[in-house]
């Protein structure tokens, strides 16, 4: 049984996005991302993603997802609605809307995934209920140097006691991105 | 003349304190810490200290910093009421209470520092009147292992545009602790 790896990229301030709700001050390395390690790594280890309806919605054309996203494997997008038009798949990605909680959408995805990983793509109220839910295994973060100063932070209102981690490894990536690794204590 | 650097620990998310206003979760490496690289060029290169009176009054006896303190250099207490007993002081430990301001206070420990640096204790307050007033040049900032999920946050509220840092250094110490190095691009 693979883990479940909750990622995400924020500002040292915390913030996942600025005042305006764009990532592209977090993503201007994009290309760059592409080719580190940590990413690679990420993309063979992952067996299925579950996303949120706003990261799914980022995509600015979502048939575009099944040919050119990183995660080639099915997609579960956590969602009260899902969309009209059921966007393009191929054999290898696949989208199922889930809209019965976090629980199900990673319970899905681990069958899915079989022995390898669920990545859990941490846009703030994805990873939130990730956590509260104690269900990730990892917390993967990567520090953009910047201060936002404004946005939606990744971690907001928890509502919970203290989590301890472990520090699991620490990779200095291009851009100024700053990865690091993280196992949650249980 | 010296750089002021600005100098935190905080949570994964972002917090300085617990919501019993406790740092002892942050701080239970203190002894190991001062061993460690970072702190030992911080202690030789830092030609005076800037603090808010939290800081100072975290010190359970004020008079006991004179001989124990990490920094035995002028210590500059930025406060709205200085305490009615000055503490105890040394030839190299000084106390002066600040209460008209933070550029009052880095003006007066950069004069004290003469070419080295001034480090900014970062509790919340002090942290982010020194940003605000675009005083830092360098912000450090120890990353622990934990989510706090609760408590005073490093980063809150600066009202402010984004700033740009360049990550200068990353260094992984003992107990989890992660010591990222960043440059304040003005």
Known sequence: MG?????A?????GFIND????VQALYSDLAALRETEPLKESIQNTGAVVMGR????????????AGNYEYQVPIFVLTHQPPEKHPKET?????????????SAI?????????????????????QQCLRAGLADELHVDIMPMLLCAGLRLFED?????????RMQVTELPAGRTHLKFRIVK
């Open 3 to 7: 883990k479940v790896i909750l990622g």
């Open 9 to 13: 990229t924020m500002s040292i301030d």
């Open 19 to 22: 005042q305006s709700g764009s």
């Open 54 to 65: 706003n990261s799914f919605a980022m995509a600015e054309d979502p048939d575009l997802l």
């Open 91 to 103: 054999d290898a990605l696949t989208f199922t809307f889930v809209t019965d909680g976090i629980e």
């Open 107 to 127: 319970r899905q995805a681990k069958t899915a995934a079989g022995d390898k990983d669920v990545t859990v793509i941490g846009a703030a109220s994805t990873a």
């Open 158 to 166: 928890l509502g919970m006691e203290q989590i301890q981690l472990e």
